[in-house]
Nanobody, 115 residues
Framework: QVQLAESGGGLVQPGGSLRLSCVAS????????MAWYRQAPGKQREWVAR???????NYSESVKGRFTISRDNAKNTVYLQMNSLKPEDTAVYYC?????????WGQGTQVTVSS
């Protein structure tokens, strides 16, 4: 079993920055894929970014150039640095892990971008 715990969400003005963290615990293997998803009110959950154990990262077009995903394997932690935030980035952000072909989700952290 794997547990994921997100933190770092909050209220920020348009153009501001936030950094989300996700700490993984449990049966974490070195070869895993970590990702961030988000879900805005009334919308489906959407993929934001992913990073694999080789530190190869991919981004959705909506966040490319503004968000950066990174990981610290020694701390079993993945980060999402969000810059130039827009009101449309408002959502609950979820950490996701694929470990040994199984999917795990965190509880989510709210990000609100508003003036």
């Amino acid at each position: 079993q794997v547990q994921l715990a997100e933190s770092g969400g909050g209220l920020v003005q348009p153009g501001g920055s936030l950094r989300l963290s996700c700490v993984a615990s449990g049966s974490i293997f070195s070869r895993n894929i970590m990702a961030w998803y988000r879900q805005a009110p009334g919308k489906q959950r959407e993929w934001v970014a992913r990073i694999n154990w080789l530190f190869s990262a991919n981004y959705s077009e909506s966040v490319k150039g503004r968000f950066t995903i990174s990981r610290d394997n020694a701390k079993n932690t993945v980060y999402l640095q969000m810059n130039s935030l827009k009101p449309e980035d408002t959502a609950v952000y979820y950490c996701h892990a694929i470990v040994d072909y199984r999917n795990y989700w965190g509880q989510g952290t709210q990000v609100t971008v508003s003036s």
